[in-house]
């Protein structure tokens, strides 16, 4: 994906307003390198108007760099994000989920350990459902 674009006004009350009506507790961000910029905008925005909204990053940027990406987000996933994602939405931000790093109250980082790789990956939908509750 081409290093993006800078966003505009509109696109900024767009996303402010999705995740308004929407009314999202979580925000999750999959990033690479060349995204970086965006998602630390994009991460500043959503915290000024939505402060109480936790924000977790996924992908190769956050795996390569967990330590500077919590600088931004309130959690990281490091490695596979397929269950790990789920069960922090499920627990509503949990601290001590395989595969995420998070801050403790005194701001120390918090290591989880990694889950095993999953194998099947045939087992993985194909895409988020009513049924598969992504």
């Known amino acids: 994906m ?7 006004a509109i696109e900024r009350e767009l996303l402010l307003g999705e995740l308004e009506r929407f009314g999202a507790d979580i925000v999750g961000f999959s ?11 994009l991460s500043q925005l959503i915290r000024a ?8 990053w996924a992908a190769s940027n956050p795996t390569m760099d967990p330590e500077g990406c919590l600088e931004h987000a309130d959690a990281v996933c490091v490695g596979e994000g397929e269950e790990a994602l ?5 627990t509503r931000g949990a601290p ?6 998070t801050r403790d109250p005194a701001r120390a980082i918090v290591r ?20 598969t509750r992504c």
Do not use: G
């Not at 990033?31 to 905008?41: F, Q, R, V, Y």
């Not at 789920?86 to 499920?90: N, V």
């Not at 001590?96 to 790093?101: D, G, K, R, V």
């Open 86 to 90: 789920l069960e922090y939405a499920r």
């Open 31 to 41: 990033l690479t390198s060349s995204h970086l910029p965006l998602a630390i905008e």
């Open 112 to 131: 989880n350990p990694m889950r095993p790789m999953i194998q099947d990956l045939d087992s993985l939908p194909s895409r988020c459902s009513a049924a």
């Open 49 to 56: 108007r939505f402060p109480k909204m936790r924000q977790i």
């Open 2 to 8: 081409p290093v993006p674009t800078p966003l505009t």
């Open 96 to 101: 001590s989920i395989a595969n995420l790093w």
